[in-house]
C-alpha cells in the first residue's frame, strides 16, 4: 500500500494548505509593515507641523495587531501543514462512512468492521463546517496523523479537514 501522501488529490491539497498558510503569514507581515509606516509617517507630520492626523494612532494599531494576528494563524497553519504532510507520508487512507452528529460532531466508520472512530472538527469557520456537513454519509478517506488528530478528504474535495477524537459520551 502506497503512503496517504504519495495520492496526487493529497498532494494538491497539502499544497493548497500551505499556500493559505503563506499568504495568512505575508498578508500579516504586509500589515505591520504598514502600521509601522504609517506611525512613522504620523510622528513626521506630528514633529514638523504639530498637527495631530485624526484617527491616525487607531489605523496603527489595529493594522499591528491585526497583522500579528494573521502573522500568528498563518505560522500555526503552516506547522500543522507541515505536521499533516509528515504524518500522511507514514500512513495509508482508511475508506469509510462519515456521519455528521452536529457542527462539528462526527463519526468516522472505516470499511471493515472496525469501531468508530468520534471526532470533533478542528475548523471553526462556517464555510468548512458546511462543508463538512454536506458529507453526512458520503464515503471518505481518513488517516490518524497525530495522538488524537485524524485528517479526511472526500473524492472531490480539494481540501483536507482536521478532526480531534473526543470521548464517546461528549
Known sequence: MHPASDDPATRTALAALQVGALRWLGGGAIAVVLGVLLGLATVTLAGEDGRRVPGAGLAVLALVLGGLAAVVVGAGALLRTRRWRRALAGTTWRTGQLYVAGPAVLSFEPDGGDDAVHLRLL????????????????GVLAAPVGPGQWVFTAEGAGTLYGARVTARGR
Open 123 to 138: 475548523s471553526t469557520a462556517i464555510w468548512r463546517t458546511r462543508a463538512v456537513q454536506a458529507l453526512d454519509g458520503a
